[in-house]
């Protein structure tokens, strides 16, 4: 069974900074685009960041300049570093994995991925 794992998450004060990972099992994570997606209390799941497998990238515009999504394929592993926290970025944090061509106006759909992690709580407070 394909499966996503998250980890990294926490709490962290506002303007600090966390690594999310995301590895993959049972399958090689070279070949498909990653996102993040995120979804906080009482709102919609949101994209934030997407890596394809040809590595380039794309981030939404809440957090362009912040955060840096990148890959390991020799761990099969994709990280998203997350810098300059803010309490709006409170959220429980999703990777999703998706073969195929990739299509830079749906990368923001739930439904354009493949695979789904169980998510990871991210809090950021004073």
Excluded at 1 to 30: D, K, W
Excluded at 92 to 106: D, E, K, M, N, T
Aim: hydrophobic share 35%; glycine share 10%; aromatic share 12%.
């Amino acid at each position: 069974q394909l499966q996503l794992v998250e980890s990294g998450g926490g709490l962290v004060q506002p303007g600090g900074s966390l690594r999310l990972s995301c590895a993959a099992s049972e399958f090689n994570l070279e070949d498909y685009d990653i996102a993040w997606f995120r979804q906080a209390p009482g709102k919609e799941r949101e994209g934030v960041s997407v890596v394809t497998s040809g590595r380039n990238t794309i981030y939404a515009d809440s957090v362009k300049g912040r955060f840096t999504i990148s890959r390991d394929n020799a761990k099969n592993t994709v990280y998203l570093q997350m810098n300059s926290l803010n309490l709006e970025d409170t959220a429980v944090y999703y990777c999703a994995a998706r073969h195929g061509p990739f299509l830079v106006s749906y990368w923001k759909m739930d439904d354009f991925y493949d695979v789904w992690g169980q998510g990871i709580q991210v809090t950021v407070s004073s």
